[in-house]
């Protein structure tokens, strides 16, 4: 069974967006695929509720029938089991951007995080824009905190900086020279990656997961 990651580097929701995330929801089964949202990184300035439409609205639009906005906002409900079962039967699960070491840690060891878990092994799409990509790889940079932290590490050995065409390029010198064995992978604003090809990214060695995209 394949594992489906989508990594998008910022500004989602719009345009050229519309082709990588068509593709994921084929990927994960069509329009009528189970979909959730997690907002969880944008709850540190109460902007959860708000982002969490917008991703619905988003792919409603694209034509996906079934979509939700979960309310994960803390560790507390990051451990509700009526929320993880929700998860758990999703299809394409969907990691908003926002604060990303309070995203990794409201979700690291939770009910919620082994639900994404058994979900993705069962074959679900994965998926995250700029908080939500970084929190996904082994390691992360906070820009914060201004240091590398270990993340969820769905994507080993890779430390994601989104936004890379605008400021997030400026992120990327504080990690390289910390995580010598990593891939530092750069994606620009409503950019996306997905490992559903075969050729490599510029910059990706042959053992990364992941492929041209949008």
């Not at 994921?24 to 300035?45: K, Q, R, S």
């Not at 993880?84 to 908003?96: E, G, K, S």
């Not at 070491?101 to 979700?107: D, G, N």
């Not at 790889?137 to 905190?145: E, I, L, S």
Request: include cysteine.
């Amino acid at each position: 069974m394949n594992d489906y990651l989508l990594l998008e580097g910022g500004a989602e929701f719009d345009g050229p967006m519309v082709d990588p995330d068509r593709r994921a929801i084929e990927l994960a089964g069509g329009m009528d695929a189970p979909f959730c949202i997690i907002p969880t990184a944008a709850a540190p300035d109460n902007n959860h509720q708000r982002a969490g439409q917008n991703g619905v609205r988003w792919f409603t639009h694209l034509g996906a029938t079934d979509v939700i906005s979960l309310p994960i906002i803390d560790q507390d409900s990051a451990n509700q089991p009526a929320i993880a079962a929700r998860l758990r039967d999703a299809r394409f699960i969907y990691l908003l951007g926002g604060f990303p070491h309070y995203l990794e840690q409201t979700l690291a060891g939770s009910l919620c995080w082994q639900a994404v878990l058994e979900a993705y092994q069962a074959g679900a799409v994965v998926g995250g824009s700029r908080a939500g990509a970084m929190v996904l790889c082994q390691h992360y940079y906070d820009p914060q905190a201004q240091r590398v932290v270990t993340g969820l590490n769905l994507v080993p050995k890779t430390c994601v900086i989104p936004h890379h065409n605008n400021f997030g390029k400026s992120w990327a010198a504080h990690p390289s020279g910390l995580l010598p064995g990593d891939v530092l992978v750069g994606i620009d604003e409503q950019t996306g990656m997905i490992n559903d090809g075969i050729e490599d990214c510029s910059g990706v060695t042959p053992n990364s997961p992941f492929f041209h995209g949008n």
